[in-house]
């Protein structure tokens, strides 16, 4: 593209030459389609065809679609080219380039304007949106009626190859009749060209083709299935045009006498058809019946008593079409005498509710109904006479039994006490037999049906329930559903279940029993409860039972792990090997279970950036030694977590402080090998200083960091005396000498620690010998002298001062450390109060108060302590931790609580808090030769409290 511009800036160019060029859709992948500009070439020198390059310029529309060589200048297919997806129904579908045609020998450059048409073919074949239709069409449909439409779309985008005609086979009844949409869509609709009738024939299959107009013709096929529906146009049709027909009078009942047939050509609710007797008489119906759907015309009663009795009657026979179609056929019926007559029965039912039912008897008794209730009154009649006239009857069965009633009948009464819970139902049959021959005999079937009572209570399916619901739960959960039943019927089993006494816990549904939460419920509030649970029936008087659930509150892990403290505080001391148990951590949890199992970790943010190990049981270890002058404390984030789902976890802060361990050495500046030497003369007088020793401790302030200096060897003479605390060297007697003298001392510099570390140094000092006797050189000698004496007086007091200013400073700064820790402790709650320090006793001394203050003035005027092991002055704490003394904890106490004063014992020594000062190593020094680290401690007085305080 940069060629191009570059060409473009410098060549004179060419515009407007256009080339059209044709592609076929649907041709192979890389066809030629043309040349860019071959009508061009013709017009160019040879010279400039040799270094033709074609380039195309811009990404124009479907310019995907073709590639250009760029040596040659042919255009090929990029892609199989879908014309239809390209441009849709255009008739016109083109694809505009402008290609760049330049050459760098001839100095020419011009823009060529490509369109290549896209030409459709024939590829997509007219296609229907279904293979196969199904239509219903009623058999009185008219002659003319369209019965249904189809419409086959051709994808091809032009008009010769979208030209869609129809034609349709099996075609006798119907007939196509295409049409043109708004759109000049053709659409075919099939008509019906002759009348159905689906009597003759009910089903129909019109195959509907479709094709394009293209030179290769592409067709499609849709089958159209027709089915004729039924219409109720045929009328019933009786088998015989009339009935004429004769019973005996001894038929029994139930005996079919007749079956009339009718049937009908139409079918379903069309030609179903039903049978009924026109102009039917009560009486004929006492003794008659026909059954609608069969036809059969039967016995229903006792025919003797219309013996030689004759019926005209007319036969219905109904389809059930929407308007139903209806015949008829005529009926003669005759009942012939030719039997003797058996006794007749006739029951009367006396209890409430009774009733007759086709050919037996039914009695409603209730069960609480004494023994000899009354169930009906029979009589019995015999139109016979003489001993055929002559009737005994007698009870099936051993519940029931008949009492004769003089010149009436009988009456049927109850024997024995009725349940219905065991027999709800009593079938028996009533015998009557007269003394003919051969006897002749009647029966009766009556059905006593027991009705409930109430006298049964609701029982539930269990004496108890126990059943359990999640904590927080919604309102409205259903907990259990109970189940009574009742052995009675209808209300007195229809059971209503209540919560006994007022309850703002429980609901219960009524009608089905389910016990619901009326709240949301906290387990940690009450984790079980008691429900007691009425059912009551619906009878009169109501019979009640109860049952007892008992619903348990399940756990969930809603409550988070609560520490003790929100801030926990340890000390250790430094150098301890790692695996020093600093502290212990403590949270609760209210949850239980895993839910309320408590871990306890650092939190991530700490992990791997302090020297300490978080255990699961809360303990905390060191990881490695650990040095009080590298850092004083470490402050860090824990986090206790309980093992529920999910897992809830809370923090809290820890700070650890190092106690100082005296682990250092102090170490000589001056005097070193490379200054080791010094020159005195012997003129200077007693009290002159020789020199300043220089030393530091690189242990915090305090007796581990407090210097002494002393002479070791080297002065046996005591011509020099050296200030122990300020490390001046001085004359300290005159000395007449009468040559040059040197003196080699040992110096020896050791600090106040418990376990005291020492240093030492070699300090040479040449006498120089003065003669007093030589004026002459006297004068500048003694000038000499007196401007040495009077620098180092300078240097001495400039030390002096510049000291004094450093404890001035420090003395501040501790000061304002013990403002901001005894604000920091007031903020925070500490793990291991004071009064919760265990002592452990060691060894047993017993000290006076004299010796006790002999003692602490031989502690105070010494620089050296016993050096027994520290073991023996440990105390502990809860946890296991070394800890100071109860005394020294309270002087701290005080001093991080301002209680005591700047120019107290307590502020003159503290050193804020990091760790043992000198007032600590003194106090515990004072307190293990008082004896109170025995085994056997003797009892801490006032006064020995405050003497070691």
């Avoid at 990029?78 to 255009?90: K, M, P, Q, W, Y």
């Avoid at 009328?235 to 019973?247: H, K, L, M, R």
């Amino acid at each position: 593209m940069l060629l191009v511009t570059f060409l473009i800036s410098c060549v004179f160019a060419v515009h407007g030459t256009k080339t059209t060029l044709h592609v076929a859709e649907e041709s192979d992948l890389n066809s030629l389609i043309g040349h860019a500009g071959n009508n061009v070439l013709q017009s160019l020198p040879e010279s400039a065809r040799s270094d033709l390059v074609y380039s195309m310029i811009g990404t124009g529309e479907h310019t995907n679609l073709v590639k250009l060589n760029k040596q040659n200048g042919n255009l090929y297919t990029a892609e199989l080219i879908d014309r239809e997806s390209t441009c849709g129904n255009r008739e016109l579908c083109s694809i505009n380039l402008k290609v760049a045609l330049y050459s760098s020998k001839a100095s020419y450059f011009e823009i060529l304007d490509v369109e290549i048409l896209i030409d459709d073919i024939n590829d997509h074949a007219p296609s229907f949106a279904l293979d196969s239709i199904n239509v219903n069409v009623p058999e009185s449909t008219p002659v003319g009626t369209i019965i249904t439409s189809v419409t086959a779309i051709d994808r091809d985008s032009t008009q010769k190859h979208r030209n869609v005609t129809y034609d349709a086979q099996n075609t006798e009844m119907f007939g196509l009749q295409v049409t043109q949409t708004k759109d000049n869509v053709p659409v075919a609709s099939l008509i019906l060209l002759q009348p159905l009738d689906r009597e003759s024939r009910e089903a129909y299959s019109v195959l509907v083709s479709a094709a394009d107009g293209g030179q290769k013709s592409e067709s499609s096929d849709i089958n159209i299935d027709i089915t004729v529906t039924d219409v109720n146009d045929n009328y019933p049709q009786f088998g015989q045009p009339s009935y004429n027909i004769s019973v005996q009078e001894n038929a029994t009942i139930g005996t079919i006498v007749l079956t009339v047939t009718a049937s009908d050509e139409d079918v379903r609710d069309n030609g179903r058809v039903t049978y009924g007797i026109s102009g039917e008489t009560t009486f004929f119906s006492l003794f008659f019946m026909i059954d609608k759907y069969t036809g059969d015309i039967l016995v229903k009663g006792d025919l003797t008593r219309i013996s030689g009795e004759h019926f005209e009657l007319e036969i219905v026979c109904e389809d059930h079409g929407e308007q139903p179609l209806s015949s008829k056929v005529n009926l003669t019926l005759s009942v012939l005498d030719v039997v003797n007559n058996p006794p007749m029965i006739d029951v009367n039912i006396l209890s409430g509710g009774g009733g007759r039912t086709s050919d037996n008897l039914t009695a409603l008794v209730p069960e609480s109904s004494e023994t000899g209730t009354v169930v009906a009154f029979m009589s019995v009649t015999d139109r016979d006479i003489d001993d055929n006239g002559n009737v005994s009857c007698s009870v099936s069965g051993r519940e029931f039994e008949l009492q004769d009633v003089p010149s009436s009948g009988y009456i049927i009464v109850s024997r024995l006490p009725l349940d219905r819970e065991t027999t709800d139902k009593y079938d028996f049959t009533v015998t009557c037999i007269d003394a003919g021959a051969p006897p002749l005999s009647s029966t009766v079937s009556i059905t006593v049906l027991v009705q409930d009572v109430n006298d049964n209570a609701p029982v539930f399916s269990k004496k108890s329930y126990f059943a359990s619901i999640v904590e927080n739960n919604e309102p409205g959960k259903q907990i259990v559903s109970l189940l009574a039943s009742d052995k009675d019927l209808d209300n007195n089993s229809r059971i209503r279940y209540y919560i006994q006494g007022k309850n703002l816990d429980f609901a219960i549904d009524s009608r089905s029993g389910a016990l619901k939460a009326k709240r949301s419920f906290d387990r940690e509030h009450a984790s079980e409860y008691e429900v007691t649970i009425v059912a009551t029936d619906s009878g009169f008087p109501p019979l009640t039972a109860t049952t007892t659930v008992f619903v348990s509150v399940i756990d969930v892990n809603d409550n988070a792990p609560s520490f003790k403290v929100s801030h926990f505080q340890f000390f250790v001391l430094e150098n301890m090997p790692a695996g020093m148990k600093v502290g212990q951590l403590s949270a609760t949890d209210k949850d239980v279970g895993v839910n309320g199992n408590l871990l306890f970790s650092v939190t991530e943010g700490y992990k791997n950036t302090i020297p300490f190990i978080v255990f699961q049981d809360g303990s905390i270890k060191t990881s490695e030694t650990l040095d009080r002058e590298e850092k004083d404390r470490y402050v860090f984030q824990v986090k206790a977590y309980d093992l529920g789902s999910p897992t809830i976890v809370s923090t809290a802060d820890v700070t650890v402080r190092l106690v100082d361990d005296n682990d250092n050495a102090p170490v000589i500046n001056y005097p070193n090998k490379e200054n080791e030497t010094i020159v005195v003369f012997s003129e200077k007088t007693v009290g002159s200083t020789v020199a300043v020793i220089q030393a530091n401790d690189a242990d915090d302030s305090g007796p581990n960091s407090d210097l002494e200096f002393s002479i070791v060897s080297g002065n046996e003479q005591k011509v020099f005396i050296l200030d122990n605390t300020f490390g001046t060297l001085r004359i300290n007697k005159e000395r007449e000498i009468q040559a040059d003298e040197t003196f080699s001392l040992r110096i020896l510099v050791s600090d106040k620690g418990y376990h005291k570390k020492t240093a030492e140094t070699k300090l040479n000092i040449i006498l120089k010998y003065v003669d007093d006797t030589r004026q002459s050189d006297g004068g500048p000698r003694n000038a000499m002298v007196t401007t040495s004496v009077v620098a180092i007086t300078v240097v001495a007091a400039a030390a002096i001062t510049t000291i004094l200013c450093i404890f001035r400073r420090n003395a501040q700064k501790k000061k304002k450390e013990k403002q901001n820790r005894a604000q920091h402790i007031k903020q925070s709650q500490q793990v291991v109060p004071i009064e919760s320090l265990i002592y452990k006793p060691v060894a047993t001394k017993q000290v006076t108060f004299t010796e006790e203050k002999e003692l602490k003035k031989a502690d105070m005027t010494s620089s050296t302590t016993d050096h027994e092991d520290l073991d023996n002055m440990e105390l502990y704490n809860s946890t296991g931790t070394s800890m100071f003394t109860n005394s020294l904890i309270e002087c701290k106490t005080k001093m991080l609580m301002d209680d005591c004063s700047d120019d107290s014992d307590c502020g003159t020594n503290y050193d804020s808090g990091k760790g043992g000062s000198y007032l600590d190593v003194y106090k515990l020094n004072r307190m293990r030769n008082l004896g109170y680290f025995g085994p056997k401690r003797p009892p801490i007085e006032k006064m020995d409290v405050m003497d070691i305080i």
